[in-house]
């Protein structure tokens, strides 16, 4: 593990990476929201041999801190941008899971894998806009001590900028980034999926031109005990 310094808008980001292999082909892994860089490297680490694997925490999350940046979905593509920068990489294949889908398409690789990607809106429940609800009715009283009650699981744990970044990234409409991504995309979802349903893998893959659609066995983290199919996918269908 090695930690390089990213300068962005004036801050510093020490992102937290890995690098795997010797491959003149290289591939850049993503993890959602709320997890790291070691579950996607414990999923593909033994596979893709030709290329060269970058596992990175993206800020605020695993060992890449971020205590006082409120970010956007945009800030975080442009950090690894800078990061990508620093080390002298561009990636053959950028993949990214939940939301580090929708970073990843943001970056615009040629080739790019989607992990059961965030970026389609889906309807509240109607549970979730009660809680929503009342919250803003006690907001004004000042009764913070009620924020954990009712505040979503992915975002209990944070500090103050990752909750703000949070609520920035949670509900974005990701729609017109994947029409106008002009590249090759594969699509590998759970089908037990609850977090980013089927549906929205499905969306994506009319949205996206030149895309296909994988559907497997499990749910928002599928990948895990699918590793072994989609890289063989990824070797068949990513030529050069």
Known sequence: MAVKEVNYKGKKFPISYILNGNGNKSILFLHG??????????????????FKHIYIDM??????????????????????????????????????????????????????VLLSSAGV???????????????????????????RVFVAND???????????????VDEDFEDNFKNYSGKALLFWGKEDTATPLWTGEKIESLIKDSKLFPLDGDHF???????????TIENEIKG
């Open 222 to 232: 599928f990948f895990v005990k699918n590793s072994n199919f989609i890289t063989e």
């Open 59 to 112: 800020p605020g999350f695993g060992q890449s801190v971020n205590e006082d940046s409120i970010l956007t979905t945009a800030d975080y593509a442009n950090i690894i941008k800078e990061f990508l920068k620093e080390l002298n990489i561009k990636p053959t294949i950028i993949a990214g899971h939940s939301f580090g889908g929708k970073v990843a398409t943001l970056l615009n690789p040629d080739n790019l």
């Open 33 to 50: 929201w709320g997890s790291n860089k070691e579950i996607m490297q414990g999923s593909f680490k033994t596979y893709l041999k030709d």
């Open 155 to 169: 975002a209990k744990e944070m500090n103050s900028a990752m909750y703000e970044t949070f609520k920035n990234v």
């Open 121 to 147: 809106l889906m309807p509240k429940p109607f549970s979730i806009r009660a809680k929503i609800a009342i919250f803003k009715l006690l907001k004004p009283l000042g009764i913070s001590k009620l924020r």
